[in-house]
C-alpha cells in the first residue's frame, strides 16, 4: 500500500450490533496485512481494543450488524456521532441479514416461544431494566443513521476488506469490482 500524504494514523472505530462477528473475523482474516495497517492506522473503540466510548473523533466507523435491540441504537449513534466516515460492514448491517427473518414474526411471539419455564408450562421472558428492549424488528443501519459507504458480503471477504481499506487510506473512492462484490 502506497502511504497516504498524511502520515497522521488514521483512527478507526469498529462494532458488532446485531452482528455474529463474523465480519470482525474476516478483517482479521487479512493476516500479516494487518502489520502493514497497524502502521497507518490505530483503533478507537472496537471489540479488539479495550476502548468502551469513543475517546476522540475517528476517521472512519466499521459497523457490522443490523440494529435489533435499543442498545444497537445507542452504540450506532455514538458511532456516527464520532467518525467522519460510517460504513455498513456486511449483509446485517447492508440490509439487516439472517437476523431480519424475525421481521416476519411478531415480536412479543417470538419471545415467548423462546422463553418457556423449565416445564414448558408458561413463559418467563426476562425483564432485568439491565437488558436493552428488542426493537419491533431488525433494522439496517441506513435506517438509523446516515451510511457513508456500503460493503456487503456475509461476510465480505478479507481481500474485498482489504481493498476497501487500502482504497480509503490512500485517498481514493473505494471500488468494489467482480470477483470481490459478492452478498452471501
Ligand atoms: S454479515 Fe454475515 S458474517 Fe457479518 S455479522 Fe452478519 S451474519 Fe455475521
Known amino acids: 500500500m502506497n502511504a497516504p500524504m498524511n502520515p497522521r494514523k488514521l483512527r478507526i472505530t469498529t462494532t458488532s450490533l446485531s452482528g455474529c462477528f463474523g465480519c470482525h473475523m474476516s ?3 487479512i493476516d500479516e496485512r494487518l502489520l502493514e495497517l497497524a502502521a497507518l492506522v490505530e483503533f478507537d473503540r ?3 481494543t479495550d476502548i468502551k466510548h469513543c475517546s476522540q473523533h475517528c476517521d ?6 443490523g440494529v435489533c435491540n435499543a442498545e444497537n441504537v445507542h452504540v450506532l449513534r455514538e458511532l456516527r456521532a464520532n467518525a467522519k466516515i460510517l460504513v455498513a460492514f456486511g449483509a446485517c448491517a447492508v440490509n439487516g441479514g439472517l437476523p431480519a427473518q424475525r421481521n416476519h414474526l411478531d415480536v412479543g411471539q417470538c419471545l415467548s416461544q423462546v422463553y ?3 416445564d414448558g ?3 418467563a421472558i426476562p425483564d432485568d431494566p439491565e437488558l436493552p428492549l428488542l426493537l419491533d424488528k431488525v433494522y439496517p443501519v441506513n435506517e438509523v443513521v446516515r451510511v457513508d459507504y456500503f460493503l ?8 474485498t476488506i482489504w481493498k476497501f481499506l487500502t482504497d480509503l487510506l490512500t485517498g481514493r473512492t473505494p471500488r468494489i469490482e467482480h470477483p ?3 452478498f452471501d
Open 46 to 48: 472496537s471489540p479488539i
Open 116 to 118: 418457556r419455564t423449565p
Open 180 to 182: 470481490l462484490l459478492k
Open 27 to 29: 478483517f482479521l482474516d
Open 121 to 123: 408450562s408458561a413463559t
Open 60 to 65: 472512519l466507523a466499521l459497523v457490522e450488524g
Open 152 to 159: 456487503p458480503g456475509c461476510p465480505p471477504s478479507a481481500d
